[in-house]
């Protein structure tokens, strides 16, 4: 008997960030939940390999070229994005970048950089995607967030503004959208190799320290996300909204432990 909870059949999302990484962990997630996909890069050649894998999979998958520091690509993909599909059900809003710094090293470039992409692209690309769920009275705006929405971190100033204020943003734009049938919440990830973070794991002292940071003893696997995305994308998510849900190891909770434990 088939499962009648999280099915996305007939569901159209769009995933920004999906040449590699977690926004193909998530693009993967949904495709397997049954939804139809528009996924994004800079490069529309960099989509090729997973357009082909969600076909695989029995799904539609149309590449989009997208650059969220740029308002005019934003809208120029949004409007692609309505050709190709009569409808948009899902946003999951994954585009996003890094500079790991010392604070006292961190550039005005750099910083514009980070929250540019990850904090005014974000809220930009929802902008532009909620314009056409408004009229249909339905969206589900899935935000990416991480651990650094709820905790700072040495090293990753701009970051953890940039992704604090995706929380924040993600609470008011429930606010403003949820009259509409819109949700918007926050997902927000512990620690998972991907390009944007691999020195950090060539490294064996750093890895044995975050391990032992996380409750659960190791960083998130590819697949440790699907339940979360999938969950917030589906009709079961319908009563929650503004919310930021830690996917992390429990790391969240379990910070300053190995510290304690050593006092
Ligand atoms: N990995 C983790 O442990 C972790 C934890 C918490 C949160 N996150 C967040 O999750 C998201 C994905 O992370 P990741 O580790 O998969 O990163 P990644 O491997 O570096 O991938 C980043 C993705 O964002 C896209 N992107 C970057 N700048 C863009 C721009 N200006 N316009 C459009 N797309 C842009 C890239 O696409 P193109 O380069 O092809 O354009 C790429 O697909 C990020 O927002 C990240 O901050 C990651």
């Known amino acids: 008997m088939s499962n009648p909870f999280f099915d996305l059949s007939g569901r159209v999302a769009v995933v920004t960030g999906a040449s590699r990484g977690l926004g193909q962990y998530f693009g993967r997630a949904l495709a397997r939940a049954g939804a139809d996909l528009i996924i994004t890069s800079r490069t529309l050649d960099s989509l090729k390999p997973f357009q082909r894998e969600i076909e695989a999979l029995g799904r539609n998958a149309v590449p989009l070229e997208l650059d969220v520091r740029d308002h005019a690509s934003i809208q120029r993909m949004a ?11 899902i946003l999951v809003n994954n585009a996003g ?10 550039s005005w470039d750099e910083w514009n950089l980070v929250l540019d992409t990850n904090l005014r692209g974000t809220f930009f690309v929802a902008q532009a995607i909620a314009r056409q769920m408004i009229p249909r009275g339905y969206g589900r705006i899935i ?5 650094t929405s709820v905790f700072g971190y040495a090293g990753l100033t701009p970051y953890t503004a940039s992704r604090g204020g995706v929380k924040q943003m993600s609470m008011s734009l429930a606010d403003d959208w949820g009259k509409h049938g819109i949700t918007v919440n926050c997902l927000a990830p512990g620690w998972f190799r991907t390009e944007q973070n691999k020195v950090l794991y060539e490294n064996q002292e750093w890895y ?17 996300l699907d339940g979360a995305v999938v969950f917030l994308a589906s ?3 319908r009563y929650i909204t503004g919310q930021t849900l830690l996917v992390d190891g429990g790391i969240s909770t379990g910070a300053t432990r190995a510290t304690v434990a050593k006092k």
């Open 143 to 147: 935000n990416i967030g991480s651990v």
């Open 208 to 224: 044995e320290y975050i391990c032992d940071r996380i409750p659960l003893r190791r960083p998130g696997a590819p697949n440790d």
């Open 79 to 89: 409007g692609q994005a309505a050709k190709a599909y009569p409808k948009i059900d």
């Open 97 to 106: 970048c890094n500079v790991r710094k010392p604070a006292l090293e961190i």
């Open 235 to 237: 009709e079961e998510s």
